[in-house]
């Protein structure tokens, strides 16, 4: 249930904001979340796909993240969140979840 709500809240975002330009993965372990913004528009799924950027984090930091209860430069720093690839893609996370 948990991953169905991040997952929604994701794609509403990701379909208000502009496109990123390039592609970004979320892994929550078991889920992963893949979002395609190389075309006119964020299309987000729970395809598996190889990414630009992967973004490594545990469902429960993700939700402090989007709550503000996590400071995203502080769990990147501490090991709470895993950026692999582009960071130049994590950059353009909070235009994204704003």
Known sequence: MEFDNIYEGIKKSASAADAIGSTL????GDEKVFIDGTGDEN???KEDNDAECLII???EN??????????????????KIKIKGDMGVAMKLQSLLG
């Open 57 to 59: 984090v545990s469902m």
């Open 62 to 79: 993700f939700i402090k993240l989007t709550t503000g209860d996590l400071n995203p430069m502080g769990a990147v720093m501490t090991g």
């Open 43 to 45: 299309v987000v799924s």
């Open 25 to 28: 993965k979320f892994d929550f």
